[in-house]
Nanobody, 123 residues
């Protein structure tokens, strides 16, 4: 599976962005998908994840109520809608695919990664 993330940019605090991740291959629906982020000088951290059929999601506490993950298996795509953005959301955002049956939060449990897209929130 090859992943291509897009949609990042510069936005003011309180604004919104929608990230997209396009996947190649015919097995996309068999992967749990996640979004991670990495700020300068910090470790990569789990943001949100979604189950294979899209019925279950999992989010880190700091983005609950603001970020929403969704997927369209017919289009081999996963999305991250980010609302009420804060300066601390500034990071490079990565989409990733895991072959676990649950939604893992450890980056080591994801096998495929996109190239990352920069999100910058100005305060």
């Amino acid at each position: 599976v090859q992943l291509q993330a897009s949609g990042g940019g510069l936005v003011q605090a309180g604004g919104s962005l929608r990230l997209s991740c396009a996947a190649s291959g015919r097995t996309f629906s068999t992967y749990v998908m996640g979004w991670f982020r990495q700020a300068p000088g910090k470790e990569r951290e789990f943001v949100v994840g979604i189950s294979m059929n899209g019925a279950t999601t999992r989010s880190r506490e700091s983005v609950k109520g603001r970020f929403t993950i969704s997927r369209d298996n017919a289009k081999n795509a996963v999305y991250l809608q980010m609302n009420s953005l804060k300066a601390e959301d500034t990071a490079v955002y990565y989409c990733a695919a895991s072959n676990f049956i649950y939604i893992p939060t450890n980056p080591g449990e994801y096998v495929y990664w996109g190239q990352g897209t920069q999100v910058t929130v100005s305060s």
